[in-house]
């Protein structure tokens, strides 16, 4: 099955630096990677996603970058704020035929983000 | 914004009790799923499930688990006979499943289980 490997475990940055998060994964025929924003108490929350047949996305301050050859992805969120300390996570699905298959999640990254 | 729903917050319950947890998913979505995560560690697949059946499971869903969508709103996990080790926090997901947005799953705030 599919494994997803996330460093670090802790990034603390100042605010207004930017902060990137890497994860690998072992399945070839991966073809979806999510990230996730988890605050203290609450669900996961979808911020952005990639596909396998796209390099590069990004939304505002915050973009994903896919190498297929490497199998990593990586989070960059730029002129970090407050409100961005929180557990991001990333994760990957293998197949899809329908949207049943579940997702495979890194171990989470805790951005602290110093004032 | 549409959101996933899950009731109780919080369910405590003693070793060897039957629990069942509640999620209301996404109203026009189509796949829905729980996972598990375990304080501390990586959230945790558990279960899919599409048109009325369970489309995957992990091994961590063994028969002591079931799912079930008793009406056209909830969707439910029932642990059997609970351990100490299903402590953790359930979530509930759902997806679309349509062209536009397949993949993208949306999570719920999740049920805090506490096995005593």
């Known amino acids: 099955g599919e494994n997803v490997e996330q460093h670090p475990s802790t990034l603390s940055v100042q605010e207004g630096d930017s902060a990137v998060i890497k994860c690998t994964y072992s399945d070839s025929a991966s073809n979806y990677f999510p990230w996730y924003k988890q605050e203290l108490g609450k669900g996961p929350q979808l911020i952005i996603d990639?596909?396998?047949?796209?390099g590069e996305k990004k939304d505002q301050r915050i973009a994903v970058t896919l190498n297929k050859t490497a199998k990593h992805f990586s989070l960059h969120i730029t002129e970090t704020q407050p409100e961005d300390s929180a557990v991001y996570f990333c994760a990957a699905i293998g197949k899809f035929w329908g949207g049943a298959d579940g997702l495979t999640f890194g171990k989470g990254t805790h951005l602290i983000i110093q004032p | 914004e549409p959101e996933v729903t899950q009731t109780p917050s919080h369910q405590v319950t003693q070793m060897g009790q039957e629990v069942i947890l509640r999620c209301v998913p996404i109203?026009?979505?189509?796949?829905f799923y729980w996972y598990r995560q375990i304080l501390g560690q990586k959230v945790e697949f558990l279960v899919s499930?599409?048109?009325?059946?369970?489309?995957?499971k992990s091994e961590i869903f063994d028969d002591q688990f079931s799912v079930e969508r008793p009406d056209g709103s909830n969707f439910t996990l029932k642990i059997r006979s609970t351990k100490l080790e299903d402590s953790a926090m359930y979530f509930c997901?759902?997806?679309?499943?349509?062209?536009?947005?397949?993949?993208?799953?949306?999570f719920g705030p999740g049920t805090r289980l506490t096995v005593t």
């Open positions: 990639i596909r396998s047949n796209v």
């Open positions: 109203s026009n979505h189509l796949y």
């Open positions: 499930f599409y048109n009325n059946e369970i489309s995957e």
């Open positions: 997901a759902s997806s679309e499943g349509g062209s536009v947005s397949p993949y993208e799953q949306y």
